[in-house]
């Protein structure tokens, strides 16, 4: 029997812990970490690091290849081929270095349940037969509440809504209804350059809790150029980029 545990870490930064996510960790018989190729050693590299601050129990840490995403076809069949290949490498590690069972961990960026597919990987390993106990979620810091506290900014207006989206579908669908406040998560590219720039805000952060963190913040229509071209340069610098951005209509916050 597998007990999984899926620990959220916040964005990189191991001050992001909680004591929560320590301890379990701690007390996990194997803690799996992905590499996601050499573009991104960075976020291998930021995991080897928080094993080595948090970890004062001999827990058996494995690395293991994440599978790529095939994204030339259709996206939701892309993504759900993707999962089941990623399950498959869960499969294979438990395999070998789990035979007898035990409690497995998987650092999870962020929280497991925002953008994040390791619930529904869980499920496919269940649905597969394999022998899943308890699935236990540590909860972590998002990289929404790392943007918004890097900005020292609400999240939302007094009283108002949020809608929480990603990139590709803001690009699709342009400005949500029924909200003034928007976050945009998975963004590719500068999905805002889309919209109208009048009378919005924006709030953007890449690399959020890491040492290269960049931020940029103002009105649209003057800032949104000035993030483009960042962000340009820092995936160019670093190979690789993880970035957040939140918009407002109407100015920067409402009191």
Not at 119 to 138: K, P, S, T, W, Y
Request: net charge neutral; charged share 20%; aromatic share 6%.
């Amino acid at each position: 029997m597998i007990d999984l545990h899926l620990i959220g870490i916040g964005t990189g930064n191991p001050d992001h812990l909680t004591v929560q996510a320590m301890r379990a960790m701690n007390e996990a018989d194997l803690i799996l970490l992905p590499r996601k190729g050499s573009a991104k050693s960075d976020l291998i590299d930021l995991r080897r690091t928080i094993c080595t601050a948090v970890l004062t129990q001999p827990v058996r840490v494995v690395e293991f290849d994440l599978p790529v995403r095939d994204a030339s076809g259709d996206y939701l069949g892309g993504v759900n081929d993707w999962h089941d290949a990623i399950a498959r490498a869960w499969t294979d590690q438990i395999a070998v270095h789990l035979p007898h069972g035990g409690r497995l961990a998987l650092l999870v960026w962020g929280d497991p349940s925002l953008y994040d597919s390791s619930l529904r990987i869980a499920q496919r390993l269940q649905r597969a037969g394999l022998a899943i106990g308890r699935v236990q979620v540590v909860p972590g810091i998002t990289s929404l509440q790392a943007l918004t506290a890097a900005h020292a900014i609400p999240l939302n207006n007094l009283g108002a809504p949020v809608i929480i989206t990603t990139g590709r579908l803001l690009r699709t669908h342009g400005w949500p209804d029924g909200a003034d406040s928007v976050a945009v998560m998975l963004d590719e590219g500068c999905a805002f350059e889309t919209l109208a720039p009048d009378g919005v805000h924006i709030w953007w952060g890449a690399y959020l809790g890491m040492k290269q963190e960049v931020l940029a913040a103002g009105p649209l229509d003057r800032t949104g150029p000035h993030i483009a071209a960042l962000r340009a340069r820092e995936r160019d610098r670093n190979g690789w980029i993880m970035d957040i951005y939140m918009m407002r209509k109407g100015g920067a916050i409402s009191v």
